[in-house]
């Protein structure tokens, strides 16, 4: 993948880019809550067939937008992840994808939503984001040690949790077991 592919928006997180060689090239991903689809747009281009969902109508609009002008296999939808119904994803997809959304009742969803040796990939702010800025709203921010209890049963494969690119982060990759 070309860096300049992304001159025009930010580009993925670091946390995605440094472990990218975990990640299958093919399949299909999900990204929650994707906002202006930087990873969406990422795991597309790396071959992955991608829904990316947002409840904002106008960034699903940008997404829609970016993919068909690059020709990646990419849908982004409207969703309220919140609010809505998010069912019918049952065992759908290799890697799923949530950068900076928390929302804990989905996590339940997250792990059905991932086929046998998929992988889930995690990153949001840890309650001491609020000391720095924001988000300040508890609700947003992860206990110390919880994302690894919301993950579970996954396989946890890489982990941290600390003050990493100057904010304070709990991230994980995690994979649900194949079955025996």
Wanted: aromatic share 6%; with cysteine; hydrophobic share 45%.
């Amino acid at each position: 993948m070309q860096s300049h592919e992304h001159s025009e928006s930010e580009p993925p997180a670091g946390w995605l880019l440094d472990h990218e060689h975990l990640l299958p090239r093919t399949g299909s991903a999900l990204d929650v809550a994707c906002g202006r689809g930087r990873h969406a747009l990422w795991l597309a281009a790396r071959g992955l067939e991608t829904l990316a969902v947002d409840r904002n109508p106008q960034a699903v609009a940008v997404v829609n937008e970016e993919a068909v002008r690059r020709g990646l296999p990419l849908q982004a939808v409207v969703m309220d992840l919140e609010g809505g119904s998010v069912n019918g994803l049952n065992e759908a997809f290799d890697v799923i994808t949530v950068v900076h959304y928390l929302h804990r009742p989905l996590f339940p969803l997250l792990r059905n939503a991932l086929k046998p040796g998929g992988f889930l990939v995690y990153e949001t702010f840890t309650a001491a984001q609020a000391e720095r800025g924001k988000p300040t709203n508890p609700a947003f921010l992860l206990n110390v040690g919880e994302l690894r209890e919301l993950v579970s049963p996954l396989e946890i494969v890489v982990e941290r949790e600390g003050d990493f690119e100057g904010k304070m982060l709990a991230s994980v990759i995690a994979r649900r077991p194949r079955a025996h």
